[in-house]
């Protein structure tokens, strides 16, 4: 079970990652981005607006956490999408701000978690029904998503010749002290 400091790092991590990412595909003209590449979501649009979706179907989700968390209390008015390949925007720009907003109230819940919120189970409904999980687990989930897609994302660029950079999360983990 993750603690609350890994979470705290993920979503730090992640956000960090998301902003990369928008800026590398800013480099791209239009209609390259929205050019089928042949990968799970079509085109490098393609695949940020399936993470955007999947991160707000999640974050839906976890609203029914039994702590309330005052963080999610924002998803109120972002409307789940039909499906995981939502076009919640065909322009760069407009997708960001909502990437942007998603990645704010990810790091809010990561501030606002405790090592007990982790290890409760959360009930949701998913396309094959009822669940229950730890929610610690599901959000390693949510990251590990992200993760799996934001690296298709980057193959994408790489074929643009954008190259993102360095992605590994070890250069995120703090250095701990040798006593």
Same mark, same amino acid.
């Given at each position: 079970? @993750?603690? *609350?400091?890994?979470?705290?790092?993920?979503?730090?991590?992640?956000?960090?990652?998301?902003?990369?990412?928008?800026?590398? /595909? /800013?480099?791209?003209?239009?209609? /390259?981005?929205?050019?089928? *590449?042949?990968?799970?979501?079509?085109?490098?649009?393609?695949?940020?607006?399936?993470?955007?979706?999947?991160?707000?179907?999640?974050?839906?989700?976890?609203?029914?956490? @039994?702590?309330?968390?005052?963080?999610?209390?924002?998803?109120?008015?972002?409307?789940?999408?039909? #499906?995981?390949?939502?076009?919640?925007?065909?322009?760069?720009?407009?997708? *960001?701000?909502?990437?942007?907003?998603?990645?704010?109230?990810?790091?809010?819940?990561?501030?606002?978690?405790?090592?007990?919120? =982790?290890?409760? @189970?959360?009930?949701?409904?998913?396309? *094959?029904?009822?669940?229950?999980?730890?929610? #610690?687990?599901?959000?390693?989930?949510?990251?590990?998503?992200?993760?799996?897609?934001?690296?298709?994302?980057?193959? =994408? =660029?790489?074929?643009?010749?954008?190259?993102?950079?360095?992605?590994?999360?070890?250069?995120?983990?703090?250095?701990?002290?040798?006593?």
């Amino acid at each position: 079970m @993750p603690t *609350r400091e890994d979470i705290v790092l993920l979503a730090s991590y992640n956000a960090s990652m998301n902003s990369r990412l928008y800026a590398a /595909a /800013a480099a791209l003209p239009k209609d /390259a981005l929205s050019a089928d *590449r042949g990968a799970f979501f079509g085109s490098v649009l393609g695949t940020l607006n399936h993470i955007v979706a999947g991160d707000t179907i999640w974050l839906r989700r976890f609203m029914g956490h @039994p702590s309330d968390f005052s963080s999610l209390q924002a998803m109120a008015g972002i409307a789940a999408p039909a #499906g995981l390949a939502y076009p919640y925007s065909d322009d760069l720009d407009s997708l *960001r701000e909502h990437r942007v907003r998603l990645d704010a109230i990810i790091e809010a819940l990561a501030a606002e978690l405790s090592d007990g919120d =982790l290890v409760q @189970p959360l009930s949701y409904r998913n396309s *094959r029904g009822e669940s229950r999980k730890h929610f #610690g687990s599901l959000l390693l989930h949510l990251f590990n998503h992200q993760t799996h897609h934001r690296g298709q994302a980057s193959t =994408l =660029l790489s074929q643009f010749g954008v190259d993102i950079g360095v992605t590994d999360l070890l250069g995120w983990i703090p250095e701990t002290s040798r006593h």
